[in-house]
């Protein structure tokens, strides 16, 4: 129940009462709320909950919600926002959309990650953030992390097609293994947000 006090005199009233109330929670200096003895400094009452903080307080912001996209996961083992976009755009657009919202092109970096959004892309390939642009055949992440873990489908990177293939796509329709293309194809794309 909220009571509001509108009146000198009722302000007055009501700091007595929260006073006289404030006396009679807790327990008496010198024993701790349930009963026991309590240190000479030991504060009287209860005490509030400083890791929950005020009910209407901010998330950190390192904990932004998984909510952007056309479809999103969580991922099991790492924690991180995986976002499918299914707008179709080059590598690059992807690219900067992916920046625009405060993540990158997603990296994968063990079976179980790229088994954890690979299913968003449903039956179609999808731009990820693999790319042997700056040196040919010496494929990267975007977000600089080694590539240790490989799933290429059999016979690929081969670098086909006229314009060359410096980008990667996940097969979606192939149980998310990696084909090169070009990064002026037009693919939908997934994010990642750690």
């Not at 060359?164 to 149980?175: A, P």
């Amino acid at each position: 129940m909220v009571v509001t006090l509108r009146t000198p005199g009722a302000l007055l009233l009501g700091a007595t009462l929260l006073l006289a109330c404030n006396s009679h929670l807790g327990s008496s200096p010198g024993v701790g709320l349930d009963g026991s003895a309590a240190p000479p400094d030991a504060p009287v009452g209860p005490i509030a909950d400083a890791a929950s903080g005020p009910p209407d307080a901010a998330p950190p912001a390192d904990a932004a919600p998984c909510v952007e996209g056309d479809d999103r996961v969580v991922g099991t083992t790492t924690g991180h926002c995986y976002i499918y976009f299914a707008a179709p755009a080059t590598w690059y657009d992807a690219r900067a959309a992916c920046e625009a919202i405060g993540a990158h092109l997603v990296v994968s970096t063990s079976q179980q990650e790229n088994d954890d959004f690979s299913p968003l892309a449903g039956l179609l390939d999808v731009f990820v953030g693999g790319t042997d642009a700056p040196m040919e055949g010496v494929w990267i992440w975007i977000d600089a992390e080694p590539m240790g873990y490989t799933n290429w489908r059999t016979g690929e990177p081969n670098n086909g097609g006229t314009n060359g293939e410096d980008c990667m796509v996940i097969e979606g329709d192939n149980g998310g293994l990696w084909d090169d293309r070009a990064c002026d194809n037009t693919y939908g794309y997934i994010c990642e947000r750690e």
